[in-house]
């Protein structure tokens, strides 16, 4: 019998409705790099959906290439980044940030977050240090939403920190990798119109939350960047098809797509959560969104293993291991089913 | 009337061939990265058609990445890449190449080709220069086939270039997005084959060449670069549904679909130019691929424009301009029939 | 018999004056950085000098590191520099440019001279170009004086250039390599009050005029580079002991040394030019400051090697060679009479 | 009364043989960038100090220059570098080895030191995560002696950090910017031999060790960086004078002389760790070498700033502050008398 897949929520195709799309448009004839007329009505209804009708908006194709791309074009060449040590450009992105010149300055984490006081702490501190000018410069804050850790930031903690970049002049930038997921998770409150108030650059994720490949990089001051489009050239970054991308969100931007595509992977996610804690799987932390991460012991590691596929996550002892599962909307309810009868 | 849409090859999306097996594949779970077997699949197949069974084989999106990538993970860090002037990666990559710190050692181009001689006499050169410690040192030679001007490369001067490459210890990278038009092209006497025998490294169009998006990097040497998938993540290269570009790559290498893929469009540009001269549309030059220029009066631009998009190629004089249409896989005889009735 | 050393201008220690107060205040408390005393008094001396009392003053340490750095400093990371190829940034300096990101884009020279003309008509032809966002953005012109040719921009001509470049907001930025021997040629009409109203930035050599090593970067704006010591530092460019370089500096310009320290250069080279012509040895081409360029014959060439030092400088045919003699302030009359009594 | 100056080990010019050898060799003429006389007897005799006859041996300029060069010659590009949190690549190079692409893989610090078994925790955690291809991969280890804390390796830790390092396959290098007080330090037990057995590269810092400026970069395997000079060319680190820095270490190395140049400084800074805790100012931690870190109150402080300068090191707390005193080869008995007596 086959493995039950939920290593992680990029392992399926599209949301049958951009499939759909996609097969009907296939064969017209659309105009290059962006500017065809899915992309323009893709980033129009991505800014009412922001609330921002002036917003710049970029598609790109995925995250680790988004992250390196908007900071890069963000900070100076002397500036880095603040961003928690467990953050996806401080361990995972192979060096993409420092590949582009700049510093990752690791804060230490509280399941994937940083809090408002530990950044103004950092600035305080390099501004009070009377080598501040041989040290590198904080530039930009870098947060996810949803985080690795699958938590979430409150619109009061958002708040504060985009009140603590006002206040020593930093960028604040937050890879929605999983957006979908965060807008679709009863516990959230922070909103698409919060994040364009709020942020200086942050995007929506496409790859993880329904379509084949692309993030939609949201500049609420359009202004922003100047000469955006070649520097997302020179990074390697500028689809020719962009029309593929634009046709995708402009699909998850109608009717309200993106807004529910998460729905069910949050339902199925609550459902293995209750199942796995009510078997003796006990959560490693507490993190409302599509990911579940358990603290196993190796039997029962090969128990899971022996019907199920889930991801290493870390190793908090010689005896345990920390395991992590993934819904995403394409998590059927019979596949969550299946898995909690063997389990 | 809608004008008739002949401006690039990246106009439409993906061959019926691959939009039917991703529709069909869509929710099916599969490993991440391109550890998946649709990509193990097209590796396979790929490596069969170059007759190189241990080749390497990555897929990376695009081109301006693909050259980016595989051009910096090549060259040591003091070295430059020798290329025709007129090379995508001289001048229409937004200076990507400089972005990873390489110079671009351009040479005067002969229709968009560079010759053996005249790598020969730019090695030598370096080489009997006192001061080539202090000058970029030739690491590398970049070619296309076809060229951005549509010409060929034959097999025999591809021969002689690979030999000067050996001689003076550079690599030979050859840029393939529009290869299947070199493939299909009569005219052309380079196979696949020949490219794995020949290079160090090349990559395979997919963009241009029937796919939604992709490129085909093969190493005939599979350890020519060690850590490449980590270079490739660095440089935000990596598809975490590497599966999509898997599957597209297996979907053009079976049934030999690759090798035919442009035969119609050959075809098309042929009677393109057949149809261009005898209008009094005079050619740029000769080009046997699936770009046609012409040398246009501001009179016989105009009327072009009034019902056919082209795009602007060059201006050689103040009363004419060079203008390219472009025909792909997706191109229809009505298209072109309707075109040429109106000239 | 030791051969007589004509081979640069950096062969020699440093003018005694410097090595005077270097041995006077060697053993004096200095704070470091270039935030000593000897730097502030040699940044006001070099300020009034320029006529600029709120110039920018910063001391780097040699040519290449200069240019490299105040051209990371003042570019975008999309834009590139417009050059003669044959200046030292185009050739000599390794990739220096290219390792901080930016692509040189070179335009054919004179002699080592670029005019306003080509650098209009390469402006417009980037402004014109339908790809110019796919293409390296124009942001600032390099230009050398005296050139690497030992010829000299005039004033008129500088002028226009200078022109050229606020027109289309280009930043100009002037390579004083050899600086102090434009300034003792006759034929020379630019002062640093010149180069202090015309450029974004220059830098005045100290390495070949005068000094053990260091350059003098003058930013006549001073807001113009935020953060720049950082930058310096970033550059590993940032001296620990600032004070030797700003010692030197201030020497230079006290009574006006740095205005006549390479009289006696341009004295010994007009001697030179004027010899080697009555020998039959004829000049490549004319070049009025410190260097000197022969067209030789391989008899030739061997005599003039029997007893003296040149260098290198470029193989114009089979037969011939172009050879370069260089005087500095340390050339003694003793040693160009001796030159001229064996030729 | 002027302050007692203590804040840097940079505060002087140089040796008083180094000065009087620059005077006598002033106006010598020598051959360019390093290939004089001076600079390979330099080499020489760099060469027997290391007891390793057949080393490569380069001279820089400066500590960030040579780390950043080194590191980025050495290191892979998708690699990273192993070091304390508290090294000076760490937190006071403004980013230079970011600058060059590198990821600093920072370690907590143990007064400035990290353990082999930290390294090797580093490395096995690496080599164990299930991610490890998407994470930067360990390429080189770090280290300074004396540290930044002024504390020593002994033989035994360097050893087993040599080892570890084989075992994963890493570079060790060795910041030895003050190494002339730690070869001075009776507590220190590394030679030259030892460095060069021990290490992949090191360099033998002479701008805090009598120079006027320099480093001399020892890489024991002579092939180990192919094309060093054009790198050094190409970051903008090669002198031109380079025999200005050759006559440096020529001196420094002739007689014993670095063996001995700081053997003032460790008598001054032990004399004044005595009388600093005789009268109440508590050592902040113990460190052998020329560096005195003191916690201070603010009283004390503002005490000790009446008559000394010293330098701000960081803030424990609210109400103390670690100040660092470094006496050097120019500190006289004089000026230490004349602390003491004001304490």
Known sequence: MEKIMLASDYQEGAHPAIMKRLVETNLLSNAGYGTDEFSESARNRIRTACACPNASVYFLVGGTQTNATVIDALLAPYQGILAAESGHISVHEAGAIEFGG?????????????SARQLEEACENWLSDGNRDHMVMPGMVYISQPTEYGTLYSRAELTAISEICRKFNLKLYVDGARLAYALSCPANDVTLPDLARLCSAFYIGGTKCGALFGEAVVLPDPGLIPHFFTIIKQHGALLAKGF???????????????????????????????????HGYPLAFDSPTNQIFLTVTKEQQDHLDSFAVSSFWEKPDEDHTIIRFATSWATTEEKISQLIEQL
Chains 1, 2, 3, 4 share one sequence.
Request: no cysteine; glycine share 6%.
């Open 102 to 114: 700049h510093k990752v300055l690791a804060l230490p984490h509280h399941y994937g977050k940083i």
């Open 244 to 278: 593929v991308a634009g046709l995708q969100f402009d699909t998850l931007f109608t009717d309200d797509l993106y807004f529910h595509i998460g729905d069910s992977a949050i339902r199925a996610a609550d459902k293995l959560r209750e199942a796995f804690t009510e």
